[in-house]
């Protein structure tokens, strides 16, 4: 079956701190993979993707995300958070073609002290 | 940049009424998508429409849900008769070539 598991529900880190976030996923082929982020009362933003290539990707805001293939995972990190960072983020798997939809995480929420 | 509109941004409508869910997707995209989430759960896909068609539709998408592209350029979402459960927020997407992008959804409340 495909799924998505963010195991993280909450995550709170300080500010400048490292931040990594974390995805597994189960997919029959080979995906597409998203990070969305989702500000409080916003729609979803895409952070960055993965389609193949460098399994290292750069996304905006700073966030980055690594591919390892061998352990079905697609982490999500930043080196230094700023406290605008706070929101929750929402890792999705899609096809890699066609219409299929995409299948997301339940979701990790981020809080930022200060 | 091209975006994902969708109106209206909150709608407050009474059980057992009929909504409709507007969205313009990226003009030159060619799926298009509704998904779902109910405060404090994960977004869930409810339908994607190819081709001035339905291609996939998940369980929550019965009877009482309904899908069309009216003028080539909106894209809408009917709920025939609302129901408490159907209170989420709704999110339309559209997809080109790759990653689909997403509106800033409609927070549908049913009271």
């Known amino acids: 079956a495909q799924s998505v598991t963010q195991p993280d529900i909450h995550i709170t880190v300080s500010e400048g701190a490292s931040l990594e976030l974390r995805c597994n996923y189960s997919?029959?082929?080979?995906?597409?993979l998203f990070w969305y982020v989702q500000s409080p009362g916003q729609g979803l933003q895409l952070l960055l993707k993965?389609?193949?290539?460098?399994?290292l990707v750069q996304g905006i805001k700073g966030f980055e995300a690594e591919f390892k293939r061998s352990q079905s995972s697609f982490n999500l990190r930043k080196p230094s958070v700023h406290w605008s960072d706070a929101a929750e983020y929402f890792c999705a798997v899609g096809p890699s073609g066609g219409y299929n939809k995409l299948i997301f995480g339940a979701g990790t929420r981020l809080a930022v002290h200060p | 940049e091209p975006e994902v509109t969708q109106t209206p941004s909150h709608q407050v409508t009474q059980m057992g009424q009929e909504v409709i869910l507007r969205c313009v997707p990226i003009?030159?995209?060619?799926?298009f998508y509704w998904y779902r989430q109910i405060l404090g759960q994960k977004v869930e896909f409810l339908v994607s429409?190819?081709?001035?068609?339905?291609?996939?539709k998940s369980e929550i998408f019965d009877d009482q849900f309904s899908v069309e592209r009216p003028d080539g350029s909106n894209f809408t979402l009917k709920i025939r008769s609302t129901k408490l459960e159907d209170s989420a927020m709704y999110f339309c997407a559209s997809r080109g070539a790759t990653e689909a992008f997403f509106g800033q959804g409609t927070r549908l409340t049913v009271v």
């Open positions: 997919y029959g082929a080979t995906p597409y």
């Open positions: 993965y389609f193949s290539g460098d399994t």
């Open positions: 003009s030159n995209h060619l799926y």
């Open positions: 429409f190819y081709n001035n068609e339905i291609s996939e």
